[in-house]
């Protein structure tokens, strides 16, 4: 890893890859690690996440596919962020503390989701709490209130941060609200924190706002696509990033139609990949074999500017 360098350009929301029982795959990070890098163009990773079926996991879990992903990471990726949120306190100090003490480059929480904060004074106030077990180490809110129904704007939760969060680095913006993430550039500018964008359909957008980069799941077998797009939109090849856009958007509206979540991740992962990814654990249901089919020739059917 490499430690300082300000996080941007794409990161992959990691899938955890499970055996056919549903066990966790341990075995397979050393290639998916390598593919990212050789394959995807993508060197920055944020585990246990959503697409990582995080939440899903117990502790023990947690702490292994950290571990592992920051070992097999180590000369190969620039930053490794370990998503450290749960709805218990204790666990997530337990998983900020331990996360430190392997090496993550940095990590992120959401917002408690079964009992949730009301303001964001009590927000921020739990996140505190877990950033500092880990004093060292940048932290990230990810705010996602799709899944954890708490909306409570960036742009307000920003407001003196700094002063709550010492280690406070950045937002992984996970909602279709680009006044708010906007607003959130627009006033903090100068601090240098960074934006990560994580609505993949409509990165165009965020970037044209100031969005530093993006972290999500379509940049494990989309990253290099996504790639050149940013490479367009810094050129300024307006015309051409749009193009790009409008070809990921085409793939994602396809699927997104027929039923796309984590599972169906995990198995377009595992056909453009090569490397198994294996079944999501309940309550997600394998992907069905129509569904594998479709997405398949879907993808195969893009005709992308670069010719490939
Ligand atoms: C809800 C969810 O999983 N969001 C992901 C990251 O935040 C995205 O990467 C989506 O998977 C992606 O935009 C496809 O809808
Ligand atoms: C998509 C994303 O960023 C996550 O899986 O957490």
Redesign the pocket.
Known sequence: MTPGKKLEGLVA?TITPMTPDGQVNLSVIRPYVDYLVSEQNVKNIFVN???GEGLSLSIQERKQLAEEWVRQGKDKLDHVIVHVGALSLPESQDLARHAAAIGASGIAVIAPFFFKPTNKDELVAFLQKVASEASGVPFYY?H?P??TGVKIRVEELLDGIREQIPTFQGV?F?DTDLLDLAQCINKNESEQFAFLY????QLLGALAVGANG??????NYLGRKTNLMLQAFAKPDHALAQKYQFLIGEF?NF??KLG???AQ?KAVMTFVSGIPMGPPRPPLVNASEEFIAKAKAKLDSIAWPDGD
Do not use: R
């Not at 994580?198 to 359909?201: A, P």
């Not at 993006?214 to 940049?219: D, E, I, K, L, Q």
């Open positions: 929301a996440g959503t697409t990810y996602i799709p899944l992984k996970s994580g609505v993949d359909e993006a972290v999500g799941s379509t940049y994602l699927v997104i796309f979540g984590v991740t």
